[in-house]
């Protein structure tokens, strides 16, 4: 399996390396380079800034839509009427570009860090939504009445029922939901802000700097993949679980 893994990246990289010589260095910058420019980034005192800028931006952004999805997607999956009514609105609005909802955004909070965290977690709040109402779906009735039996209230039966049976769609949603949020925020950081990677990489672009714009695309890929994988696993893990249980 490790065999296979290395194989694939020494694909990747053997790919990429060609490429680069097809279509110039001037396009794209070869992996040795790209290295090289990451080793300079960090090196760079300033960097550190923008990369927590980034983070910190993020993180608020993912927990908003991480809470936000979850009560939308508990409310809209225990509820029938609610969900027919909710389930078409939401799938609409997440086929809207979101880019184009940016000036609204800022009306609303102005340039800056606020703006950038709200246009994130408008990205993600809707994926962790639909993902957790349909494991809300899924809960088997029997549990609800048994539930109800014990009279339990709405609230109770909603932390102790439903969220633990739709764990492994919320983890599902969250990890669809997780790159949607770094991609939002890097926008947010693109458009209205002087701070973070999405500025570093608009400022790369605007000075056709592509050993900066490869080397921030890498580490960018390497955090969403590896984010990425790590959720998949705890999915599987809560998956396999609920099949034993």
Do not use: C
């Not at 490790?2 to 001037?26: C, N, P, R, Y």
């Not at 209205?192 to 500025?199: C, D, E, H, K, V």
């Amino acid at each position: 399996m490790k065999f296979d893994k290395l194989l694939v990246l020494a694909a990747i990289l053997g790919v990429w390396q060609m490429t680069s010589l097809l279509v110039g260095v001037e396009v794209l910058t070869p992996p040795l380079g790209t290295f090289a420019k990451i080793g300079r980034l960090f090196a760079d005192p300033d960097f550190g800034g923008h990369v927590w800028e980034t983070t910190r931006a993020f993180a608020l952004a993912l927990v908003l839509s991480l809470a936000i999805g979850l009560l939308v997607g508990l409310a809209l999956g225990a509820d029938r009427l609610a969900a027919e009514v909710g389930e078409p609105m939401l799938t609409a609005f997440y086929a809207i570009p979101k880019v184009t909802l940016y000036p609204v955004i800022l009306l609303f909070f102005g340039l800056g860090f606020a703006a950038k965290v709200a246009f994130g977690a408008l990205h993600g709040i809707i994926p962790v939504a639909l993902f957790t109402m349909a494991g809300v779906r899924n809960v088997k009735p029997g549990w609800l009445r048994a539930a109800r039996a014990m009279r339990l209230t709405k609230l109770q039966i909603a932390r102790s029922v439903l969220l633990p049976a739709a764990l492994p769609e919320l983890v599902a949603g969250l990890r669809v939901g997780t790159a949607l949020t770094l991609l939002g925020t890097l926008i947010g950081e693109m458009f209205a802000s002087q701070r973070g990677l999405g500025y570093l990489l608009l400022q790369a672009m605007e000075r056709n700097d592509p050993a900066t714009i490869t080397a921030l695309a890498l580490l960018l890929t390497i955090f969403a993949t590896s984010a990425s994988a790590l959720l998949l696993a705890l999915e599987r893990r809560l998956d396999h679980a609920r099949v034993v249980a």
